[in-house]
């Protein structure tokens, strides 16, 4: 009996298997790619890449765009892209209107910020570290530009009393050869005269 409801169950589970096989199969289609937005720290990239290769006179008008964005909102998370862009826009290198002193105030305030996402924290301590690198190497150049001004100067100087020595030496020189024309003269006239 046992045998026969073993045998029983499996016939039972063929058929219904092949039952299943017998049915038309729909095409699975594949599924269709998903368009998403950028994320946002891309869409930062795309931002300063279409930014910078900008105008100066377009550049001007969207700082003045994003400077009143912040303006009439209150500071938020809304307006964390706001900053950011700003805060780009003045630290990069290429930027034409390139301040990096309100680059480093934005970071900073940018970088106090909880809501800040990870990868845009990431990109603005890159950026403040950029921006205050850059500035101090600015500050070093500037003073090994004064240094080398400095220094040019006192070559000149130093050129001028050489010059000017140079120039007395000559005169000397000058005068040390007549004195002595007019002794070998004195002495060839001493010479020839009779005693």
């Given at each position: 009996m046992l045998k026969r409801l073993h045998l029983l169950m499996i016939a039972w589970l063929i058929s219904s298997l092949a039952g299943c096989a017998m049915q038309a199969r729909k095409p699975v289609k594949p599924a269709e790619p998903v368009l998403t937005a950028p994320a946002p720290v891309e869409s930062i990239y795309a931002y300063i890449a279409t930014i910078m290769a900008s105008t100066q006179e377009l550049q001007r008008?969207?700082?003045?765009?994003?400077?009143?964005?912040?303006?009439?909102?209150?500071?938020?998370?809304?307006?964390?892209?706001?900053?950011?862009?700003?805060?780009?826009?003045?630290?990069?290198?290429?930027?034409?209107?390139?301040?990096?002193?309100?680059?480093?105030?934005?970071?900073?305030?940018?970088?106090?910020?909880?809501?800040?996402?990870?990868?845009?924290?990431?990109?603005?301590?890159?950026?403040?570290?950029?921006?205050?690198?850059?500035?101090?190497?600015?500050?070093?150049?500037?003073?090994e530009q004064k240094r080398a001004d400095t220094l040019q100067s006192r070559l000149d100087n130093l050129q001028s009393k050489t010059d000017s020595a140079q120039q007395r030496a000559d005169s000397l020189q000058r005068k040390l050869d007549e004195l002595k024309n007019i002794e070998k003269t004195m002495i060839d006239r001493g010479q020839g005269s009779p005693k």
């Amino acid at each position: 009996m046992l045998k026969r409801l073993h045998l029983l169950m499996i016939a039972w589970l063929i058929s219904s298997l092949a039952g299943c096989a017998m049915q038309a199969r729909k095409p699975v289609k594949p599924a269709e790619p998903v368009l998403t937005a950028p994320a946002p720290v891309e869409s930062i990239y795309a931002y300063i890449a279409t930014i910078m290769a900008s105008t100066q006179e377009l550049q001007r008008k969207e700082v003045m765009q994003l400077n009143q964005a912040l303006a009439n909102t209150k500071p938020d998370d809304s307006t964390l892209l706001v900053r950011m862009k700003l805060a780009t826009l003045y630290g990069l290198p290429n930027s034409r209107v390139r301040d990096p002193v309100k680059a480093q105030a934005l970071l900073d305030q940018l970088l106090r910020e909880p809501a800040l996402e990870n990868d845009h924290r990431v990109l603005a301590g890159l950026l403040k570290d950029y921006v205050a690198d850059t500035t101090k190497l600015n500050a070093k150049v500037r003073d090994e530009q004064k240094r080398a001004d400095t220094l040019q100067s006192r070559l000149d100087n130093l050129q001028s009393k050489t010059d000017s020595a140079q120039q007395r030496a000559d005169s000397l020189q000058r005068k040390l050869d007549e004195l002595k024309n007019i002794e070998k003269t004195m002495i060839d006239r001493g010479q020839g005269s009779p005693k």
